[in-house]
C-alpha cells in the first residue's frame, strides 16, 4: 500500500464519520479555531492531487483559508495574490523540489512559516530543513490530528518569532533614534566649546589688538604641522584648541605693557612671562577632552629646557605643546609687532631652523619649514 493510498483511506474515513474525533482531536481543534481572527492563510502544494484536496478540506474545516499549487512554479504565482502565512509543501515534485521552493519562501516571505512533506522519513533531510527554517516535517502517511497539531504549533512559533523580530526592530529603532540624538547633542556641544574657546581667544585679542589673528593664524599653522607628522584627528584638534587660546593668560597683562611701542623692561617682560601659568589657571577645571591647560602652560618651554615658566625639557614637554613652540615662534617673528615690524616668514624659519634640536624639536621643525617652501602652507 503505498502513502497515497494509505491517506487516502484515512481521509474517507474522516469523510465517512467526521464526528469520530477523539478528545485529543477536539482538542487540536478548539486550539487552531483561535479566538475570532481573521482566518490564516495557508498554500498547500503537492503534486497529488488527493493530497491536495484532503489537505485542503481538512484545513478549512478547521477554520484556515486554504490554496493549492500542484508545483513549484504555480506556487510562486499564487504567491503573489494569496498572502500566505504558511506554506505546506511537498519535497518531491516535478520541476523545482520542494526544498528549492522553501528556501526562496523563507527567504522572500520572511513572515510564512513552513512545514515540509514527504513520504521519505529521512532524518538527515529532517535535519537540513528544521536548519533551513521549516518548523516541522511530516511524513506520509498523515493522520489528520497529526497535521493540525503541527499547523498551530507552526503558528504559535510563527506568531512568537514574528513578536520577537518586531520587538528586536524596535529596539534598534529605538537605538538608532537615541543615537542620533546623542550625536546631535555632541555636535551641539562640540559647537558651543568651540565658541567659547573663539569668545576667549576674542577677548584676549580685544585687548591687544596688535597680536590680533596671532592665536588664529598659530592654530592654523600648528594643526598643518602637526598633521604633516601624522598626529592623529583627535591629536590634530587639540592642538587647533590649545592654539587658539594659547595666550589668554595675557589677559593680566597691563594693556599699556602689550602694545608698548618700545623694548620692554626687565619688570615687564617678567610680567610678560606670567601669561602661560596665568592661562594654565584659568582653563585648568576645563574639562575639554585633552589636556588643553598643560599645553598653554608649556608653549613657552624650549628643547633645552631654557624656556619658561618651569624650564621643562625634552619628554617634560607634550608633543603638542612642541608644535605649538613651533607654531608660536614663526607666526610671532613673520608678523609686525608694537616694538619692531614683522621679520617675514623666511627669517622666522631660518630661526627655527637654526635652533632645530636644541629649542625647538626637529622633526616639528622640518614639517614647518617643509610646509611653507613647498607651498603647501601660508599666513592668509
Ligand atoms: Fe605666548
Given at each position: ?39 490564516k ?12 484536496l484532503?489537505?485542503?478540506?481538512i ?44 528556501r ?25 530543513m ?54 546631535r ?65 595675557k ?28 592661562g ?20 613657552h ?80
Open positions: 500500500m503505498g502513502p497515497q493510498t494509505q491517506l487516502a483511506e484515512s481521509n474517507a474515513d474522516m469523510e465517512l464519520n467526521p464526528d469520530s474525533a477523539t478528545t485529543t482531536e477536539g482538542l487540536a481543534e478548539k486550539v487552531i479555531a483561535g479566538g475570532g481572527e481573521s482566518p492563510q495557508i498554500l498547500v502544494v503537492d503534486d497529488e492531487r488527493p493530497i491536495r484532503l489537505l485542503q478540506k484545513l478549512e474545516a478547521n477554520g484556515y483559508l486554504c490554496r493549492t499549487a500542484e508545483n513549484a512554479s504555480d506556487a510562486r504565482n499564487l504567491l503573489d495574490e494569496f498572502t500566505s502565512d504558511l506554506v505546506l509543501c511537498d519535497i518531491n515534485m516535478p520541476g523545482e523540489s520542494g526544498l528549492d521552493f522553501i526562496f519562501v523563507l527567504k522572500a516571505y520572511p513572515d510564512t512559516a513552513a512545514i515540509m512533506v514527504s513520504a521519505i522519513g529521512d532524518p538527515h533531510l529532517a535535519e537540513s528544521l536548519e533551513l527554517g521549516v518548523y516541522d516535517y511530516i511524513i506520509k502517511p498523515m493522520d489528520r490530528n497529526g497535521i493540525l497539531i503541527s499547523v498551530a504549533n507552526a503558528f504559535r512559533r510563527r506568531e512568537l518569532e514574528m513578536a520577537n523580530r518586531s520587538y528586536r526592530r524596535n529596539l534598534e529603532q529605538m537605538v538608532d533614534e537615541r543615537t542620533d540624538s546623542l550625536q547633542s555632541m555636535s551641539k556641544l562640540e559647537n558651543a566649546m568651540n565658541g567659547i574657546v573663539r569668545a576667549i581667544a576674542h577677548t584676549v585679542e580685544t585687548r591687544d589688538p596688535y597680536t590680533a589673528g596671532h592665536q588664529r593664524r598659530v592654530a592654523d599653522l600648528a594643526a598643518a604641522i602637526a598633521q604633516e607628522v601624522g598626529f592623529d584627528r583627535d591629536q590634530i584638534e587639540a592642538v587647533r584648541v590649545a592654539a587658539i587660546i594659547h595666550d589668554l593668560g589677559i593680566s597683562v597691563p594693556a599699556e605693557i602689550l602694545s608698548k611701542p618700545s623694548r620692554l623692561t626687565a619688570n615687564e617682560f617678567n610680567l610678560i612671562k606670567e601669561h602661560p601659568q596665568v594654565y589657571d584659568i582653563v585648568k577645571d576645563i574639562e575639554f577632552p585633552w589636556d588643553v591647560s598643560t599645553m598653554v602652560y608649556q608653549h618651554e624650549k628643547l633645552d629646557g631654557s624656556g619658561y615658566p618651569l624650564g621643562a625639557a625634552g619628554d617634560e614637554i607634550l608633543p603638542e605643546s612642541r608644535v605649538l613652540t613651533v607654531a608660536d615662534v614663526v607666526e610671532a617673528m613673520a608678523s609686525h609687532r608694537p616694538y619692531r615690524p614683522g621679520l617675514g616668514v623666511d627669517v622666522a624659519l631660518g630661526e627655527i631652523d637654526k635652533n632645530k634640536g636644541k629649542f625647538y624639536d626637529p622633526e616639528l621643525a622640518r614639517a614647518c619649514i617643509s610646509l611653507f617652501k613647498s607651498g603647501r602652507f601660508s599666513f592668509d
